[in-house]
């Protein structure tokens, strides 16, 4: 499984982005996905999480702002952000929780997106 980010870029503040995080690729199970975001310098830090029954899971510095969604036969995760601040800007990255259930054994996978930058300029 392979997780490819869309729609960063450049927004001024008080605007919206939606950013994208498309599955492809066969022989696990997708169960939770989520978004996490990082800016240079400090640590990665969770965004949200989504179920694979929809349940969500928001940071509370985001809550009131952020939304996330999937599309379980899109294999798309996505996270709206609205009423964007300065202190938004950083690196997003998509994260996958992907089981592979084999003869032999069930393997639980981390997967990652490459990250796409989201800028809000002060």
């Known amino acids: 499984v392979q997780l490819v980010e869309s729609g960063g870029g450049l927004a001024q503040p008080a605007e919206s982005l939606r950013l994208s995080c498309v599955a492809s690729?066969?022989?696990?199970?997708?169960?939770?996905m989520g978004w996490y975001r990082q800016v240079p310098g400090k640590e990665r830090e969770w965004v949200a999480t989504i179920t694979s029954r929809g349940y969500t899971n928001i940071a509370d510095s985001v809550k009131d702002r952020f939304t996330i969604s999937r599309d379980n036969v899109e294999k798309t995760v996505y996270l709206q952000m609205n009423s964007l601040k300065p202190e938004d800007t950083a690196v997003y990255y998509c994260?996958?929780?992907?089981?592979?259930?084999?003869?032999?054994?069930?393997?639980?996978?981390?997967?990652w997106g490459q990250g796409t930058l989201v800028t809000i300029p002060s």
């Open positions: 690729g066969r022989g696990g199970t997708i169960n939770d």
């Open positions: 994260n996958a929780q992907v089981q592979v259930v084999t003869i032999e054994r069930t393997t639980n996978l981390e997967i």
